[in-house]
């Protein structure tokens, strides 16, 4: 067994079902006899709380906030790696590459790239659930929530867009978010034990 836990990430459009999965896999983790957390971004820490709850009409300063938050979530996530405990993320840095530059007037994408590359960590193995924003849109409704500024279909057809280009180049592992609860966690850890070995 590695002494080292494992940072997994899960990316996706809004309505993709990260934070089941994320569960799922930190259960999983745990009944193979592995340290496992569950987190997400944005935090629930002073900055994340204030984007959690709307923000900043401003791009840039909503990006930087959002990289800050990232900053100081990583410095968490790399001591609970360090010390043997899997952290197990519901977005991170491909999150803010992909919904701030599908924006119209939001920051440049090198320039997002490069505040990332600052304030975070890569991840062992990166997550993009894919599906149709209709559906995305659809299972976010179902909910009964109140839509976010950014759960729009036409922005979260660019999103889309951008994470499969995201993930092309960074060589996330890109899964079908629209097969079972069950199928997609045990495609999953299938990839994640193969890290373990």
């Known amino acids: 067994m590695s002494e080292r836990g494992l940072f997994i990430v899960l990316e996706g459009i809004d309505g993709s079902g990260k934070t089941t999965l994320r569960d799922g ?23 994340g709380r204030f984007l959690r709850d709307g923000g900043t009409d401003n791009q840039l300063a909503e990006a930087l906030l959002f990289v800050a938050d990232r900053a100081c979530h990583t410095d968490d ?3 609970k790696v360090k010390n043997g405990i899997s952290v197990v993320c519901d977005r991170y840095y491909a999150s803010t ?11 440049d994408y090198d320039l997002l790239v490069t505040l990332n590359e600052l304030a975070t960590i890569e991840p062992d193995v990166t997550f993009l659930l894919d599906i ?3 559906k995305g849109m659809s299972r976010v409704d179902d909910r009964g929530e109140e839509r976010s500024k950014f759960e729009k279909l036409e922005f979260q057809k660019r999103v889309r ?13 890109i899964l ?22």
């Open 161 to 173: 867009a951008k994470y499969l280009e995201i993930a092309e180049e960074k060589g996330f592992i």
């Open 176 to 197: 079908d978010a629209t097969l079972s609860k069950e199928t997609l966690l045990s495609q999953a850890m299938e990839h994640i034990m193969e890290k373990k070995r």
């Open 97 to 107: 590459l992909a919904y701030q530059s599908a924006g119209s007037g939001g920051p």
């Open 132 to 134: 149709d924003p209709e």
């Open 77 to 79: 996530i790399r001591d």
């Open 25 to 47: 896999i930190c259960n999983s983790l745990k009944s193979n006899g592995f340290d496992a957390i569950p987190t997400a971004e944005p935090t629930n820490e002073s900055i």
